[in-house]
């Protein structure tokens, strides 16, 4: 007790001396500080600055007994890269497409005032570890024992906050302490924050692109050919066996390793050379290797198989909008691309090599704008010759990977697209998208879609592409929005346009479908006056033409490639100009004509 009191007097003789210390100017400003904010009526608060939750990590020796979830793509597309991630050797699973009952979770467990895609995909998730409960695992089991990865950004919309709605929805429906790994736009996954639970080498990389570009092809293919299939249901029948088939060939395929290969015995006495050769080596096998080429021609068959009528008059509508809504196809965009199917059309969707390339476009157009601009640092001036000479390389350097990164992707997907016979659209030349969108929409501006919504509206409707553009993205998404703006000066520009936008939620399905009927009505009567002119311009009957057909049967095969001709934009009008042709080389014009 003696020592306590003795302790609290060597204090208290110790205080004035403490206090002596103080900088007298500063405690006279501190004070004068305090009494102007009292005047002013302003209370100083101590910020507590936002701090991301501690995650729980997803390490190397977890992968035996974790599952990786993913999902927000079509069907075909996260199947394959479920085969493509078990061949990297992943546990994997992917989410159903989400549907209104997943978005009624998402409402009931997020935030009020999220977007469509916010609430589908989180309620999605959700939905999905509920049925994991209710087939018998517990709740310890599913937060150790499954990880989602997901895209995620930072950026003028709700997408930025896409991180926080899971786990806010997930500790709220008790899933609490979940793995939520993010993909980022910028930067890709941080790998010593998931301490390799993920190995983002360049197998998982190419993996990953392979199988979207891939998805990208029979998707393309399927939507092409589906309505004008003589069969109804065999172009699904032929999707599925396909997507199945593929799944296996991404699931197999044979990665390339320096140490299988017949060079090892040369690389041997250079061990540090192994890394550097293991990389080029799988590289090269990439651009040179005809796995996927020929899992295509053998899909290709199987589509080409199925009989067609190219004389059924279908508007051709073009997809564009917000990334989520114009990709999923389910109740997330009204089961939009199925219902214009059912009122006679043919839908053009968007691929997503389009955001993949238009992404590299993005960043180059960055590097090109801040040029010279590094950490605040201003570009070295001529009076520093070698500094400026370094820094100009650096530069070219970095564009040039960027160039060379472009004209591979291009490469790579025009290969499966001759691989799967040619009739699969080319990706769109994002500087002409630029130079079309610009005018209308800064090509600087971030968030969502950029310009591309305005530019595709227009490339589609005057490369006589499309008979009709749809736009369709999120009630309330802010860049979508800004470019309905602009689309105005668009249509007002573009007279023969047929545009329209939809707002999707999770309501509003008959609203929606009858805005599209009234503009899908107008693309028929459109479509149809084509194929009369056409049929007059060569004089002939659609009777004339189908019996060419019929004498022709190569025409009924699917990927037939009929020629594109200024002023044709439907299948039927073109088939006729390219009947008309033949029959014209062939010396038989006159007499079908007669």
């Known amino acids: 007790m003696s020592s306590d009191h003795d302790l609290s007097e060597g204090l208290l003789a110790i205080a004035p001396s403490v206090e002596d210390t103080v900088d007298p100017i500063q405690q006279k400003l501190a004070e004068e500080k305090a009494r102007l904010m009292a005047e002013a009526g302003l209370e100083q608060k101590k910020s507590n600055h936002f701090k991301r939750p501690q995650e729980n990590p997803f390490t190397k020796d977890q992968r035996s007994h974790t599952t990786l979830l993913f999902g927000g793509l079509t069907w075909k597309h996260e199947h394959l890269l479920h085969g493509a991630f078990e061949g990297l050797g992943y546990k994997c699973e992917y989410v ?113 692109l392979n199988a979207l570009n891939v998805g990208d092809m029979v998707t393309g293919l399927a ?95 073009k997809i564009t909008g917000e990334f989520w809504a114009q990709t999923t196809e389910g109740d997330g965009n009204f089961n939009m691309f199925k219902f214009l199917e059912g009122e006679g059309a043919e839908v053009m969707v968007e691929p997503i090599g389009t955001w993949i390339i238009y992404m590299l476009h993005q960043a180059k157009q960055a590097a090109k704008d801040r040029k010279g601009v590094k950490g605040g640092e201003e570009f070295a001036s001529w009076s520093n010759p070698a500094r400026r000479l370094n820094q100009e390389l650096k530069f070219k350097q970095k564009i040039g990977a960027m160039t060379i990164a472009e004209g591979i992707f291009n490469r790579e997907y025009n290969r499966l697209i001759e691989a799967m016979g040619g009739t699969v659209h080319h990706l769109a030349d994002q500087y002409e998208l630029q130079r079309l969108g610009h005018p209308f929409y800064n090509s600087r501006a971030g968030g969502g879609e950029g310009h591309l919504e305005v530019a595709k509206n227009i490339y589609y409707s005057n490369k006589d592409l499309a008979h009709m553009v749809l736009s369709v993205k999120p009630f309330g998404c802010m860049p979508s929005t800004q470019s309905d703006g602009a689309q105005a000066a668009v249509v007002e520009q573009y007279k023969d346009m047929i545009y329209l936008p939809i707002e999707t939620s999770g309501e509003g399905e008959i609203n929606a479908h009858s805005r599209v009927q009234m503009a899908l009505g107008e693309a028929k009567a459109k479509t149809k006056n084509e194929l009369n002119e056409t049929l007059q311009e060569a004089g002939l009957t659609i009777q004339d033409v189908r019996a060419y057909i019929d004498a022709n049967p190569e025409l009924k095969r699917p990927v037939f490639h009929v020629p594109e001709y200024k002023g044709k934009v439907g299948l039927a009008s073109r088939t006729v100009k390219y009947v008309a042709e033949r029959l014209k080389d062939e010396g038989a014009y006159s007499e079908a004509a007669g």
Not at 183 to 207: K, R, T
Not at 278 to 303: M, P, T
């Open 96 to 208: 159903p497409t989400p549907n209104v009952d997943a978005f009624q979770l998402g409402k009931e467990y997020g935030n009020n005032g999220q977007c469509n895609p916010t609430y589908f995909t989180v309620g999605n998730l959700v939905q999905y570890l509920q049925g994991l409960e209710e087939a018998g695992q517990t709740k310890e089991e599913i937060i150790n024992n499954y990880v989602f990865l997901t895209a995620g950004a930072c950026g003028p919309c709700r997408f930025g906050m896409y991180e926080a709605e899971y786990r806010l929805a997930l500790r709220n429906s008790g899933f609490d302490g979940f793995r939520v790994q993010l993909f980022q736009q910028s930067g890709g996954i941080d790998q010593a924050e998931l301490e390799a639970g993920l190995d983002m080498n360049l197998d998982f990389f190419m993996g990953i």
């Open 223 to 317: 939507y092409q050919i589906r309505p004008y299939e003589v069969i109804p249901g065999e172009t699904d029948r032929v999707l599925e066996e396909s997507i199945d088939y593929l799944h296996d060939v991404m699931k197999t395929k044979k990665r390339f390793q320096v140490g299988e290969s017949k060079w090892a015995g040369l690389i041997k006495p250079f061990p540090g050379f192994e890394n550097n050769a293991n990389f080029l080596g799988k590289f090269l096998d990439q651009l040179f290797s005809d796995d996927y080429v020929e899992a295509l021609h053998h899909v290709r068959d199987k589509f080409d198989a199925i009989e067609v009528d190219r004389l059924r008059a279908k508007p051709i509508v």
